[in-house]
């Protein structure tokens, strides 16, 4: 029977002795599998403990919980502040701040020109008006730059996510700004997203003495050829959650200003009067 240390254990897992295989996953997997096997000796982690983990990690994986994981363990947003940091010390700062993606992305929703209404279930709410312009950093307009956004739903659901409550592509539009830069679209004010009751993430943040919710946000990626893609979201002003996010992921310059209009008469002037179905 072979005897060998920790080291040696570590050197086999990562068939270190072969030239084979891809060094950078060796890099990665390396640290996290030591830092692991330390944990497990510094905490003296017990078997019970490490197959409850082991459970969890199963029911997580299952339930296709891992975004939600990494945004409430505050990955996510490392990601964020770590590219924030790079453009600074490469003096590329400038424009609308960024955000995290999220889980909850769904590629290839109905594109259009200039404007879109994105709420097409029937659903009691407020109506949001939102007019925005793609402008480079120096504020000139790009035309035909794509606007994708996403939303969820006035319980906070996400369509796709719901187990299929909404239709496909419910609160999810592409729209391309026209010569000025400029887009507009028609939904509902959204509410803000919970971590699914007795999911993995919700009982992972539970044991952690924390809640998994985020404030009202409307989720961007603005795209032009020849610019980098802007992932961000956007924040419903007076939500309790905005700074106390499960994801960490609002920023100050990201809260929107909103004008309240109660006249039928205005808003119907507004158009967008008929859903893009
Ligand atoms: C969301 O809606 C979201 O935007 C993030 C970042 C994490 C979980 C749910
Ligand atoms: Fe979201």
Redesign the pocket.
């Known amino acids: 029977m072979a005897e060998f240390s920790q080291a040696e254990l570590l050197h086999k897992v990562l068939n270190t002795a072969q030239r084979e295989g891809d060094e950078r996953v060796r890099a990665i997997v390396g640290r996290i599998v030591g830092d692991l096997f330390r944990a497990i000796d510094d905490l003296d982690i017990r078997p019970e403990e490490f197959w409850a983990a082991v459970g969890w990690a199963n029911k997580a994986g299952a339930g296709n919980e891992f975004?939600?994981i990494t945004?409430?363990l505050g990955l996510?947003r490392l990601l964020d502040i770590r590219q924030d940091e790079a453009e600074r010390a490469r003096g590329m700062g400038g424009g609308t701040e960024r955000?995290?993606?999220?889980?909850?992305y769904v590629a290839g929703a109905p594109l259009s020109q200039g404007e879109a209404r994105l709420d097409g279930d029937p659903e009691q709410g407020r109506v949001l008006f939102m007019e925005g312009r793609v402008t480079d950093v120096g504020g000139r307009p790009l035309a035909g730059a794509v606007v994708d956004v996403w939303?969820?739903n006035t319980r906070?659901e996400?369509s796709h996510f719901d187990g299929g409550r909404q239709r496909p592509y419910n609160l999810r539009r592409r729209i391309v700004t026209d010569a000025d830069g400029a887009y507009r679209y028609r939904t509902l004010i959204p509410s803000g997203?919970g971590?699914p009751e007795g999911s993995a993430t919700g009982d992972l943040l539970g044991r952690l003495g924390r809640h998994?919710r985020?404030p009202a946000?409307i989720?961007y990626f603005v795209s032009a050829e020849g610019f980098r893609t802007l992932t961000t979201?956007l924040n419903i002003p007076g939500d309790t959650y905005l700074d106390d996010?499960?994801?960490f992921?609002t920023r100050d310059g990201l809260v929107i200003g909103l004008e309240q209009h109660s006249d039928p008469a205005q808003i119907a002037a507004r158009g967008l009067s008929e859903p893009f179905f």
């Open positions: 975004g939600l945004a409430g996510d955000a995290i993606e999220g889980p909850l939303h969820a906070g996400y997203y971590v998994g985020r946000h989720h979201q996010d499960y994801a992921a």
